[in-house]
T-cell receptor, first 111, second 114 residues
Framework: DQQVKQNSPSLSVQEGRISILNCDYTNSMFDYFLWYKKYPAEGPTFLIS?????DKNEDGRFTVFLNKSAKHLSLHIVPSQPGDSAVYFCAASLTGNQFYFGTGTSLTVIP | SAVISQKPSRDICQRGTSLTIQCQVDSQVTMMFWYRQQPGQSLTLIAT?????????ESGFVIDKFPISRPNLTFSTLTVSNMSPEDSSIYLC???????????FGPGTRLTVT
């Protein structure tokens, strides 16, 4: 049973425009959400996170939005840069003891 | 941040054989995690390895198939035993990071079983 879903396997965006990556989850008990970025032949690297008690967290060009009623979170990248081209995974945690990852969205930023 | 290395980076193995994957961290850590990412699938936690105790396996994973060693605070191994083509995956180790629930991942081991 997939508790965290990323329904878009790929996304292409023009350089300078906004990239929006989406993630849905089913378990309302998740208390923390994270986004990871993965380049080929490398492991995922942490990008940004948000606690379930918040609805927005911003770090430079990256903003994560959480809509608990819809069980939905999104990652906004503004402006998008070619170096942002990677696979992005969302993840959800239950008290830090269990982690559930989505299947990833491959972002391509076109120069 | 922790620097994590894994060996081998990739391997092609025959059905029925076993492969041991090594994970080395540049600092001492209490908990290490082993994940699997099958083609087109999400990262799935196999087990949590604490130094000095038995690994804790997630549902669907058993010690006979995926034995884990954790001899010290910087090193762990995962063995994939009696392999079948369904074991073809990327295997990643990770450790807890600085932020809440954040993890640092190794580069992964790409395993292909023929």
């Amino acid at each position: 049973d997939q508790q965290v879903k990323q329904n878009s396997p790929s996304l292409s965006v023009q350089e300078g425009r906004i990239s929006i990556l989406n993630c849905d989850y089913t378990n309302s008990m998740f208390d923390y959400f994270l986004w990871y970025k993965k380049y080929p032949a490398e492991g995922p690297t942490f990008l940004i996170s948000i606690s379930s008690i918040k609805d927005k967290n911003e770090d430079g060009r990256f903003t994560v939005f959480l809509n608990k009623s819809a069980k939905h979170l999104s990652l906004h990248i503004v402006p998008s840069q070619p170096g942002d081209s990677a696979v992005y995974f969302c993840a959800a945690s239950l008290t830090g003891n269990q982690f559930y990852f989505g299947t990833g969205t491959s972002l391509t930023v076109i120069p | 941040s922790a620097v994590i290395s894994q060996k081998p980076s990739r391997d092609i193995c025959q059905r029925g054989t076993s492969l041991t994957i090594q994970c080395q961290v540049d600092s001492q850590v209490t908990m290490m995690f082993w994940y699997r990412q099958q083609p087109g699938q999400s990262l799935t936690l196999i087990a949590t390895a604490n130094q000095g105790s038995e690994a804790t396996y997630e549902s669907g994973f058993v010690i006979d198939k995926f034995p884990i060693s954790r001899p010290n605070l910087t090193f762990s191994t995962l063995t994939v035993s009696n392999m079948s083509p369904e074991d073809s995956s990327i295997y990643l180790c990770s450790v807890v990071g600085q932020g809440p629930y954040e993890q640092y991942f190794g580069p992964g081991t790409r395993l292909t079983v023929t």
